[in-house]
C-alpha cells in the first residue's frame, strides 16, 4: 500500500514527556501537512512543507511543538513538556502538486496522542 | 481567509432517504470546496471537489454536491441513504486559483446516522 505512514497510531504519555509522532507521506509527494483533531471536531491545521521548507505555522503550534521534514521525505512532529490539554488524534496529510492547484489533501489514519 | 460553518453537528436519517448535510463557506477569494468522510478510527477520504469548473459535482459513493455562489453554500446529497454511509462528514474550503497552498479550512463536522 502506498497511502500515508502514520507511526505510532496510538501514544499514551504522562504529562511533562515529550513524545514524537512520524508521517510517511505518499512517494513524491512533494506538500506534507499537519493537522489536529479533537474529539467532535474538525481537524485544526498546525503546519505543512514543501518539499523540506517549513511554509507555514498556525499560531495553534506553540514553542512546544516542533515539525521537521529532512531531505523532503518523511516528517517528524515532537511535543515537548506535554500536557493534557494536547490530547488529540495528529493527523497528516500530502499532496502531489507543488502549485496546489486542486487542492485535493490524502489523509494518514492518523497518531492518537492521550496524555495522563 | 476562509472559514467553513456545518449546519447541524448530527444528522440521523432512515436508511432509504435522502441525506443532505449542510455547509456554508466564507472565502475572500474563489473558493475550491470539498467533502471529506471520517470512518471511525481511520483517516479522511475525499468524498468530492468542486474546484471552479461543474457546479454540479459527483463524487464517490453515490453522493453530490452543488456550489452556489449566490448562497455561499456547498450542500452534500444522496437520494438513498444506506447504512454503510453512517460516518462523520467534513465540509473544507481552500483559497481557489494562484492562491491555493493547498492548506484546507475544515467544519465541526456532522455526523450521520442511518436508522434501519
Known amino acids: 500500500d502506498t497511502g500515508v505512514s502514520q507511526n505510532p497510531r496510538h501514544k499514551i504519555t504522562k504529562r511533562g514527556q515529550n513524545v514524537t509522532f512520524r508521517c510517511d507521506p505518499i512517494s513524491e509527494h512533494n506538500r506534507l501537512y499537519w493537522y489536529r483533531q479533537t474529539l467532535g471536531q474538525g481537524p485544526e491545521f498546525l503546519t505543512y512543507f514543501q518539499n523540506e521548507a517549513q511554509l507555514e505555522k498556525s499560531r495553534l503550534l506553540s514553542d512546544r511543538f516542533s515539525a521537521e521534514r529532512p531531505k523532503g521525505s518523511f516528517s517528524t512532529l515532537e511535543i515537548q513538556r506535554t500536557e493534557q490539554g494536547d490530547s488529540a488524534m495528529y493527523l497528516c496529510?500530502?499532496?502531489?502538486?507543488?502549485?496546489?492547484?486542486?487542492?485535493?489533501?490524502?489523509f494518514g489514519e492518523g497518531s492518537r496522542l492521550t496524555v495522563l | 481567509a476562509q472559514s467553513v460553518t456545518q449546519l447541524g453537528s448530527h444528522v440521523s436519517v432512515s436508511e432509504g432517504a435522502l441525506v443532505l448535510l449542510r455547509c456554508n463557506y466564507s472565502?475572500?477569494?474563489?473558493?475550491?470546496l470539498f467533502w471529506y468522510v471520517q470512518y471511525p478510527n481511520q483517516g479522511l477520504q475525499l468524498l468530492l471537489k468542486?474546484?471552479?469548473?461543474?457546479?454540479l459535482v459527483k463524487g464517490i459513493n453515490g453522493f453530490e454536491a452543488e456550489f452556489k455562489k449566490s448562497e455561499t453554500s456547498f450542500h452534500l446529497t444522496k437520494p438513498s441513504a444506506h447504512m454503510s454511509d453512517a460516518a462523520e462528514y467534513f465540509c473544507a474550503v481552500t483559497a481557489g486559483g494562484s492562491g491555493n497552498t493547498g492548506k484546507l479550512i475544515f467544519g465541526q463536522g456532522t455526523t450521520l446516522q442511518v436508522k434501519p
Open positions: 496529510a500530502s499532496s502531489p502538486r507543488a502549485g496546489g492547484i486542486t487542492g485535493e489533501l490524502f
Open positions: 472565502s475572500s477569494v474563489p473558493p475550491y
Open positions: 468542486y474546484t471552479s469548473a461543474a457546479t
